[in-house]
Protein backbone atom coordinates (compact mmCIF):
# COMPACT_ATOMS: atom_id res chain seq x y z
CA UNK A 1 0.00 0.00 0.00
CA UNK A 2 1.33 3.17 -1.18
CA UNK A 3 1.84 5.84 1.76
CA UNK A 4 1.30 9.65 1.40
CA UNK A 5 4.65 11.26 2.50
CA UNK A 6 5.60 14.97 3.81
CA UNK A 7 6.66 17.20 0.73
CA UNK A 8 9.97 17.37 2.09
CA UNK A 9 10.39 13.78 2.36
CA UNK A 10 12.56 11.76 -0.54
CA UNK A 11 12.22 8.30 0.53
CA UNK A 12 11.04 5.84 2.85
CA UNK A 13 14.69 4.13 4.16
CA UNK A 14 13.31 1.74 6.98
CA UNK A 15 9.81 1.02 7.63
CA UNK A 16 7.63 0.45 10.86
CA UNK A 17 7.91 -3.34 10.60
CA UNK A 18 11.49 -3.63 9.74
CA UNK A 19 12.57 -1.15 12.94
CA UNK A 20 10.12 -2.91 14.79
CA UNK A 21 11.61 -6.34 13.94
CA UNK A 22 15.02 -4.98 14.86
CA UNK A 23 13.86 -3.23 18.09
CA UNK A 24 12.22 -6.51 19.00
CA UNK A 25 15.98 -8.82 18.23
CA UNK A 26 17.33 -5.85 20.17
CA UNK A 27 15.93 -6.14 23.12
CA UNK A 28 15.92 -10.21 23.39
CA UNK A 29 19.69 -9.41 22.79
CA UNK A 30 19.82 -7.36 25.78
CA UNK A 31 17.40 -9.25 27.51
CA UNK A 32 19.77 -12.31 27.51
CA UNK A 33 23.12 -10.13 28.45
CA UNK A 34 21.33 -8.94 31.76
CA UNK A 35 19.66 -11.52 32.26
CA UNK A 36 19.34 -12.15 36.51
CA UNK A 37 19.47 -8.50 37.03
CA UNK A 38 17.52 -6.39 39.69
CA UNK A 39 15.45 -3.86 38.70
CA UNK A 40 17.55 -1.10 41.53
CA UNK A 41 20.78 -2.40 39.44
CA UNK A 42 19.87 -1.94 35.67
CA UNK A 43 19.51 1.92 34.33
CA UNK A 44 18.56 2.61 30.52
CA UNK A 45 19.00 6.44 30.00
CA UNK A 46 17.66 7.93 27.11
CA UNK A 47 19.24 10.76 25.38
CA UNK A 48 16.59 13.06 25.03
CA UNK A 49 14.77 13.91 22.58
CA UNK A 50 15.73 12.08 19.47
CA UNK A 51 15.66 8.75 21.59
CA UNK A 52 12.35 9.06 22.89
CA UNK A 53 10.29 6.41 21.15
CA UNK A 54 13.07 4.10 20.58
CA UNK A 55 13.39 4.27 24.28
CA UNK A 56 9.92 3.76 24.63
CA UNK A 57 9.55 0.61 22.32
CA UNK A 58 12.99 -0.79 23.83
CA UNK A 59 12.45 -0.65 27.57
CA UNK A 60 8.77 -2.02 26.57
CA UNK A 61 10.70 -5.35 25.42
CA UNK A 62 12.90 -5.82 27.76
CA UNK A 63 12.23 -9.22 29.50
CA UNK A 64 14.79 -7.90 32.10
CA UNK A 65 13.65 -5.55 35.01
CA UNK A 66 14.63 -2.05 34.31
CA UNK A 67 14.81 1.47 35.55
CA UNK A 68 14.56 4.45 33.14
CA UNK A 69 15.97 7.93 32.70
CA UNK A 70 16.82 10.34 30.66
CA UNK A 71 19.33 12.72 29.78
CA UNK A 72 19.09 16.08 27.47
CA UNK A 73 22.16 17.41 25.14
CA UNK A 74 22.56 20.60 22.86
CA UNK A 75 21.92 19.30 19.44
CA UNK A 76 22.96 21.16 16.14
CA UNK A 77 20.29 23.62 16.21
CA UNK A 78 18.43 23.84 12.55
CA UNK A 79 21.58 22.58 10.66
CA UNK A 80 22.38 19.05 9.70
CA UNK A 81 25.69 20.22 10.92
CA UNK A 82 28.66 18.70 13.42
CA UNK A 83 30.12 21.04 15.50
CA UNK A 84 31.91 18.41 17.73
CA UNK A 85 30.48 20.45 20.70
CA UNK A 86 28.00 18.97 23.18
CA UNK A 87 26.26 20.92 26.44
CA UNK A 88 24.37 18.73 28.68
CA UNK A 89 20.95 21.05 29.00
CA UNK A 90 19.59 18.18 31.42
CA UNK A 91 20.90 15.63 33.55
CA UNK A 92 19.77 12.60 34.89
CA UNK A 93 17.90 12.00 38.22
CA UNK A 94 18.92 8.88 39.03
CA UNK A 95 22.25 7.92 40.71
CA UNK A 96 24.51 6.20 38.40
CA UNK A 97 27.32 4.95 40.82
CA UNK A 98 27.09 1.62 41.31
CA UNK A 99 24.53 0.51 38.67
CA UNK A 100 24.74 -1.03 35.27
CA UNK A 101 24.24 1.68 32.96
CA UNK A 102 22.63 1.61 29.18
CA UNK A 103 22.73 4.43 27.18
CA UNK A 104 20.21 4.67 24.63
CA UNK A 105 20.85 6.75 21.46
CA UNK A 106 18.84 7.52 17.96
CA UNK A 107 21.60 7.88 15.94
CA UNK A 108 25.45 7.81 16.04
CA UNK A 109 27.28 10.31 13.43
CA UNK A 110 30.55 12.35 13.98
CA UNK A 111 30.68 9.89 16.70
CA UNK A 112 31.31 13.34 19.02
CA UNK A 113 28.05 12.75 21.36
CA UNK A 114 28.55 9.34 22.16
CA UNK A 115 32.04 10.09 23.21
CA UNK A 116 30.49 12.72 25.14
CA UNK A 117 28.83 10.75 27.21
CA UNK A 118 31.02 7.84 27.63
CA UNK A 119 33.32 10.21 29.67
CA UNK A 120 30.33 11.58 31.82
CA UNK A 121 28.67 8.40 32.76
CA UNK A 122 32.18 6.99 32.62
CA UNK A 123 33.72 9.36 35.57
CA UNK A 124 30.80 8.15 37.45
CA UNK A 125 31.65 5.07 38.62
CA UNK A 126 29.13 2.47 37.16
CA UNK A 127 28.51 -0.93 37.92
CA UNK A 128 28.83 -1.26 33.95
CA UNK A 129 28.62 0.93 30.94
CA UNK A 130 27.33 0.56 27.48
CA UNK A 131 25.28 2.01 24.55
CA UNK A 132 22.07 0.81 22.34
CA UNK A 133 22.29 3.24 18.88
CA UNK A 134 19.80 2.50 16.65
CA UNK A 135 20.94 3.96 13.42
CA UNK A 136 24.64 4.66 12.66
CA UNK A 137 26.18 6.58 9.78
CA UNK A 138 29.94 5.20 9.43
CA UNK A 139 30.71 7.08 6.77
CA UNK A 140 30.18 10.60 8.58
CA UNK A 141 32.70 9.25 11.72
CA UNK A 142 34.74 11.45 12.87
CA UNK A 143 36.19 9.78 15.90
CA UNK A 144 36.26 5.66 16.82
CA UNK A 145 33.22 4.50 19.25
CA UNK A 146 32.14 1.73 20.58
CA UNK A 147 28.47 0.45 20.52
CA UNK A 148 27.33 -2.63 21.89
CA UNK A 149 24.37 -3.09 20.31
CA UNK A 150 23.10 -1.45 17.06
CA UNK A 151 19.91 -1.26 15.00
CA UNK A 152 20.99 -0.22 11.32
CA UNK A 153 23.81 1.30 9.66
CA UNK A 154 22.04 3.81 7.27
CA UNK A 155 24.11 5.78 3.95
CA UNK A 156 25.25 9.42 4.73
CA UNK A 157 21.27 10.90 4.32
CA UNK A 158 19.75 13.14 6.92
CA UNK A 159 17.11 11.01 8.19
CA UNK A 160 13.76 11.98 9.92
CA UNK A 161 10.55 9.61 12.02
CA UNK A 162 10.81 7.27 14.58
CA UNK A 163 12.09 10.55 17.10
CA UNK A 164 14.63 11.78 14.50
CA UNK A 165 13.76 15.53 13.93
CA UNK A 166 14.47 18.12 11.41
CA UNK A 167 14.02 21.46 12.92
CA UNK A 168 12.20 19.78 15.42
CA UNK A 169 9.56 18.37 12.69
CA UNK A 170 9.06 15.20 11.67
CA UNK A 171 9.87 13.12 14.94
CA UNK A 172 6.76 11.43 14.81
CA UNK A 173 6.29 9.82 11.39
CA UNK A 174 6.14 5.90 12.59
CA UNK A 175 8.90 5.32 9.62
CA UNK A 176 12.37 6.53 9.40
CA UNK A 177 12.76 8.86 6.13
CA UNK A 178 15.52 10.46 4.07
CA UNK A 179 14.88 13.99 3.87
CA UNK A 180 15.40 15.59 0.27
CA UNK A 181 18.92 16.89 0.09
CA UNK A 182 17.65 20.60 -0.54
CA UNK A 183 15.35 21.12 2.49
CA UNK A 184 19.09 20.35 4.28
CA UNK A 185 21.44 21.15 2.33
CA UNK A 186 21.32 25.23 3.01
P1 LIG B 1 27.21 12.91 16.54
O1 LIG B 1 27.72 13.64 15.32
O2 LIG B 1 27.64 13.59 17.79
O3 LIG B 1 25.69 13.11 16.38
O4 LIG B 1 27.53 11.45 16.50
C1 LIG B 1 24.75 12.49 17.07
C2 LIG B 1 23.53 13.36 17.08
O5 LIG B 1 23.35 14.05 15.83
C3 LIG B 1 22.01 14.11 15.47
N1 LIG B 1 21.86 13.55 14.12
C4 LIG B 1 20.73 13.39 13.47
N2 LIG B 1 19.46 13.68 13.82
N3 LIG B 1 18.70 12.91 11.72
C5 LIG B 1 18.46 13.44 12.93
O6 LIG B 1 17.31 13.68 13.23
C6 LIG B 1 19.94 12.60 11.27
O7 LIG B 1 20.11 12.12 10.14
C7 LIG B 1 21.01 12.86 12.22
N4 LIG B 1 22.35 12.70 12.13
C8 LIG B 1 22.84 13.13 13.33
C9 LIG B 1 21.29 13.34 16.52
O8 LIG B 1 20.70 14.26 17.41
C10 LIG B 1 22.32 12.53 17.26
O9 LIG B 1 22.03 12.38 18.61
MG1 LIG C 1 20.19 12.69 19.54
Redesign the pocket.
Known sequence: MDILLPNSVDYVLLDEDKIEHRVCEMAAQISADYEGIRNEDFLLVG?LK??FIFMADLSRRLMVPHRVDFIA?S??ADK?E?TGA?RMIMDTRADVAGRHVLIV????????????LYRIFGARQPASLRTAVL?S?PE?R?ITVPVDYLGFEIPD????GYG???ADRFRTLPYIAALKPHVYQK
Not at 108 to 115: A, E, F, R, S
Not at 157 to 160: F, L, T
Open positions: VGSLSYAAVEDILDTGYTLDYLKRKVWVVLDF
